[in-house]
């Protein structure tokens, strides 16, 4: 039984380019969060989607990225015309869907992509 | 809004040596997850355990324990016998538990983390 799988596991680009980073969540799953670890801290929430559906974007940075979930396919988190800044690990992770009002609350995490910004 | 705060950024231990990791949160919910992560220097995040507000009760894993206190909101992790494999990042984590259709009610809110260094 896979885990969440990301890809790349390390991406380099030059300023300016664009970067896709994609996520295939468990078997199962259908609820996928992208997370931010900036160099020596802790995750940052981005954005949870569902099935061709962002629920949450609240912690996406309002220019340049952009997150999609198809219906077919792996989540892909895509940041355009990348700056230095945006160098940090990209945790995607998943978790099954919830039933009635029962939150599981348990998120599973992939390996991460780093990003390196040249 | 919440908040989980890891006071201690980085601690060092000699192997066998007992250890606990403070973790102190903010929320306003009376309903809440809490979590521990560890991150080793390869870099993905094994989950260690969750804990659900309404369950006080400390729990033991092998040589890893945890105490929740509500009265202090905190939920602290110690490693008993520590052993060099255990170096890593630590992280607490809270969740809230509300509407399904809130993105919040899944949200982590990571602390910063504990660098955790077990020298032999």
Redesign the interface.
């Known amino acids: 039984n896979a885990g969440v799988m990301q890809n790349p596991r390390h991406l380099v680009r030059r300023r300016g380019q664009e970067a896709r980073l994609r996520c295939s969540p468990m078997k199962g799953h259908s ?1 996928v ?1 992208w ?1 931010r670890q900036l160099p020596e ?5 981005m954005v ?1 989607l569902q099935k061709e559906n962002i ?2 974007e ?2 996406m940075p309002k220019e340049r990225f952009s997150a999609e979930f198809p219906k077919e396919g792996p989540s892909i988190l895509r940041i355009q015309q990348v700056v230095r800044g945006d160098s940090a ?1 990209y ?1 995607c992770a998943s ?1 099954p869907p ?1 039933v009635a ?1 029962g ?1 599981s ?8 992509s ?1 990003l390196t910004v040249l | 809004a919440q908040k ?1 705060t890891q006071a201690q950024t980085e601690i060092s231990v000699v192997e066998k040596e007992d250890v606990t990791l403070d973790c102190v949160y903010e929320t306003r919910d009376t309903t809440y ?1 809490l ?1 521990w ?1 560890k991150q080793p220097p ?4 094994v ?1 260690l355990i ?1 804990r ?1 507000s309404f369950d006080e009760q400390n729990e033991i894993s092998g040589r890893y324990s945890w105490n929740f206190q509500k009265s202090t909101s905190s939920f602290n992790f110690t490693i008993t016998a520590s052993q060099v494999v255990d170096s890593a990042v630590y ?1 607490c ?1 809270l ?1 809230e ?2 509407p ?14 504990t660098q955790l260094t077990v020298l032999p």
Do not use: C
Request: hydrophobic share 35%.
């Open positions: 609820h969060y997370y801290e802790g995750l940052k929430f949870y629920i949450d609240s912690g690990a945790f978790s919830v009002s939150i609350g348990e998120l599973f995490f992939g390996e991460g780093r | 989980v997850y979590f992560y390869s870099g993905e995040l989950f969750r659900n992280f984590a969740s538990a509300g399904i259709s809130s993105g919040s009610a899944r949200q982590l809110t990571f602390g910063s983390g």
